[in-house]
Nanobody, 126 residues
Framework: QVQLVESGGGLVQSGGSLRLSCAAS????????MAWFRQAPGKEREFVAG????????DHADSVKGRFTISRDNAKNTVYLQMNSLKPEDTAVYYC???????????????????WGQGTQVTVSS
């Protein structure tokens, strides 16, 4: 059974940093795109960042570009999201997602992803 388990969320002051982790189990994702999405109360789930299988190609939403960085460790079947200069508008539940197919491209659409974690709450206070 495939599982994606996020960790690292919490409460942080504006301007602070957090590092989210997503550990995958049940199958290897070393050849698949992995990504982060977030959903704030009353809003749609939105793409935050994605990485191709090697980490050599990444995409970050404009709202987080320059502040957030996605990376991965395929030996650990884990993807990370380093979040710096956090703002109150970054408050959301953050979800890890993965594609089932191999060597796909990073896509921003939710429907492109086959596996999802349960989410981790990130709250940024002003």
């Amino acid at each position: 059974q495939v599982q994606l388990v996020e960790s690292g969320g919490g409460l942080v002051q504006s301007g602070g940093s957090l590092r989210l982790s997503c550990a995958a189990s049940g199958r290897p994702f070393s050849m698949s795109v992995m990504a982060w999405f977030r959903q704030a109360p009353g809003k749609e789930r939105e793409f935050v960042a994605g990485s191709n299988w090697s980490g050599g190609s990444t995409d970050h939403a404009d709202s987080v570009k320059g502040r957030f960085t996605i990376s991965r460790d395929n030996a650990k079947n884990t993807v990370y999201l380093q979040m710096n200069s956090l703002k109150p508008e970054d408050t959301a539940v953050y979800y890890c997602a993965a594609q089932a197919r191999r060597f796909g491209g990073v896509r921003r659409g939710k429907s492109e992803y086959d596996y999802w974690g349960q989410g981790t709450q990130v709250t940024v206070s002003s």
